[in-house]
């Protein structure tokens, strides 16, 4: 019988952590901390998610707001945006929604942002630290796994972990995470991608599968070993759809594995409440 790596249960109890430290900061006379988020243009899905951090951080009385761009914005207005949330003394965070629309250059609105301020851990100074095993902002996603595999005590040492997906954000990330000298940690790291020959045979060997791939129900049931622990990250939706399905088809895999995230109500929920630590780290450091 397999267990449910429960997102919600999980961030309910690290929303109650941060809400705690957040109290103590203000007995202490500080401000909450504070997390912005840029939006630019009118992606239903950014929308969503950035409402939904919105809401999880009023919850834990954290100040934040959302900055709406137009989408027509010019790439320099934006920069010009981004220094000012660089220099404010009150903002403690900030996050830039992706995708931005095709005229702007992503890569230099990311290197715009200050590393200290740089709560999703895209820029390539918290990436550089990260892989060194240094002090670093970790981006959301990576970090969400991570402690719900730490949560879970789930054993990971010397484990064979597949990672589908090689984004800079999620796949490559949480490569490097899982075959640090930590605990979680220490596995031995396949990352797989769109070029990767033999696929089902290689997943057949993992001990933990990641699937960072963004194609719904993707690692079906004949691609996984018996009692493997299964990391759903995608987050996909069908067009005239409200429901979101996984990269995992999740009903079928769900009886071989010995722990398996749902969708919604897995990793999403965690990537959340990481960029909540984040910024809280970031208040903490500040003063
Ligand atoms: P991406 O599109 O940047 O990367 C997808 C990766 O999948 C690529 O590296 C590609 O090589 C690989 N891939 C594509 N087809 C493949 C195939 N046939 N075989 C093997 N590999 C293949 O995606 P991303 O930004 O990493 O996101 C992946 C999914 O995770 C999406 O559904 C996204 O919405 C979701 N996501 C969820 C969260 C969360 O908080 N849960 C956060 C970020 C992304």
């Known amino acids: 019988m397999y267990q449910l790596l429960d997102g919600k249960l999980l961030s309910a109890q690290i929303k109650e952590e941060i809400k705690l430290e957040v109290e103590s900061l203000m007995a202490q006379g500080k401000r909450a901390p504070n997390l912005v988020a840029v939006i630019v243009g009118n992606d239903p899905a950014s929308e969503t998610y950035v409402n939904s951090k919105a809401r999880n951080c009023e919850a834990v009385g954290m100040q934040s707001s959302v900055i709406r761009l137009d989408e ?5 207005k934006l920069l010009q945006q981004i220094n000012l949330l660089n220099n404010d003394k009150n903002v403690d965070g900030f996050i830039v929604q992706m995708p931005l629309p095709k005229h702007i250059n992503e890569q230099k609105i990311i290197e715009t942002i200050s590393p200290e301020k740089d709560v999703d851990g895209f820029h390539p100074i918290n990436l550089g630290k990260m892989m060194l095993g240094q002090e670093a902002f970790v981006s959301a996603t990576p970090m969400g796994i991570m402690e719900m595999l730490k949560r879970y005590n789930i054993d990971t040492k010397g484990k064979h972990a597949v990672v589908i997906g090689r984004s800079n954000i999620v796949g490559t990330p949480i490569s490097l995470l ?3 000298n930590t ?12 070029q990767t020959k033999n696929l089902k ?7 933990i599968i990641v699937a960072a791939i963004g194609k719904k129900h993707f690692v079906t049931a004949d691609m996984v ?3 493997a622990v299964i990391i759903d990250v995608g987050i996909n939706r069908i067009a005239g759809e409200k429901k979101i399905y996984g990269d995992v088809d999740f009903d079928n895999v769900a009886p071989k594995s010995s722990f398996i995230t749902p969708v919604p109500g897995g990793v999403g929920l965690m990537t959340i409440v990481s960029l909540m630590l984040n910024t809280l780290k970031s208040a903490k450091a500040k003063r």
């Open 225 to 227: 070993k018996d009692g």
């Open 183 to 194: 605990n979680p940690g220490n596995c031995t790291v396949t990352l797989c991608h769109s």
């Open 72 to 76: 027509n914005i010019s790439e320099e």
């Open 201 to 207: 045979e290689i997943c057949l060997q993992a001990d």
């Open 178 to 180: 899982l075959s640090r």
